[in-house]
């Protein structure tokens, strides 16, 4: 009877063990990576680093080559960008792919919304962003455009001041980024960037 229960738990054990494998899917090496952006990659914006799950797996490969080439994150003003630098410089080519990989296969709810801005407002602004970016900012992989839906509000928000205050995109090596600080010369305030990141929350 003893024998028999303690197989039971260690059954038990085994498959809780299994669930939580699949809840989590990180690879071996790559637990770093959630410890700032958090179980299945959905974000923590108490440090600021923004959800990844949802993002497709070219854009994802882009952005940590130019962390590691210092295409971005090298402005003394992008501190997220100069924190991410140091964490992509040691790795090779190969390895920025495989975790580029591993984050397009991971899955995690789309954050709630958390702005108090005029989705209305824009609206306006967004309808030169669609051009590139898609009409419900689906994306478009041909222009080197990911799609906006799934980011977290406060991300978007940043991201927009960035590239308005030439934090982002102001690099000559930066081809998509200076192409995106050009498209968004309608941005010109916070305000602007928290309108425009409150309506494309709402996209589907």
């Known amino acids: 009877m003893l024998v028999?229960?303690?197989?039971?738990?260690?059954?038990?054990?085994a498959?809780?063990?299994?669930?939580?494998?699949?809840?989590?899917p990180t690879p071996e090496g790559?637990?770093?990576?959630?410890?700032?952006?958090?179980?299945?990659?959905?974000?923590?914006?108490?440090?600021?680093?923004?959800?990844?799950?949802?993002?497709?797996?070219?854009?994802?490969?882009?952005?940590?080559?130019?962390f590691k080439q210092?295409?971005?994150?090298?402005?003394?003003?992008?501190?997220?960008?100069?924190?991410m630098r140091p964490m992509v410089s040691g790795l090779s080519v190969d390895e920025l792919k495989a975790i580029a990989a591993w984050v397009a296969?991971?899955?995690?709810?789309?954050?709630?919304?958390t702005l108090t801005a005029d989705s209305s407002a824009g609206k306006a602004l967004y309808q030169?962003?669609?051009?590139c970016h898609g009409a419900q900012g689906e994306g478009n992989k041909a222009i080197g455009a990911p799609s906006l839906t799934g980011l977290n509000d406060w991300y978007l928000v940043t991201q927009l001041n960035h590239f308005r205050l030439n934090v982002r995109g102001a690099q000559s090596a930066d081809t998509y980024g200076q192409q995106m600080k050009a498209a968004s010369v309608m941005v010109t305030s916070e305000q602007d960037a928290a309108?425009?990141?409150?309506?494309?929350?709402?996209l589907n």
């Not at 028999?4 to 054990?13: D, E, G, M, P, R």
């Not at 210092?70 to 924190?83: K, Q, V, Y």
């Not at 296969?105 to 919304?113: F, H, I, N």
């Not at 309108?195 to 709402?202: S, V």
């Open 4 to 13: 028999k229960s303690f197989l039971v738990l260690l059954t038990l054990a």
């Open 15 to 24: 498959m809780s063990q299994l669930a939580v494998a699949e809840e989590t």
């Open 30 to 66: 790559l637990e770093y990576c959630t410890v700032c952006h958090g179980s299945q990659l959905k974000g923590n914006a108490n440090i600021g680093a923004p959800r990844l799950s949802g993002l497709p797996q070219w854009y994802i490969e882009r952005q940590l080559l130019n």
């Open 70 to 83: 210092g295409i971005r994150g090298a402005h003394s003003d992008d501190d997220r960008g100069m924190e």
């Open 105 to 113: 296969k991971t899955e995690s709810d789309k954050p709630e919304a």
């Open 128 to 131: 030169s962003c669609a051009a």
């Open 195 to 202: 309108n425009l990141a409150a309506y494309i929350t709402q």
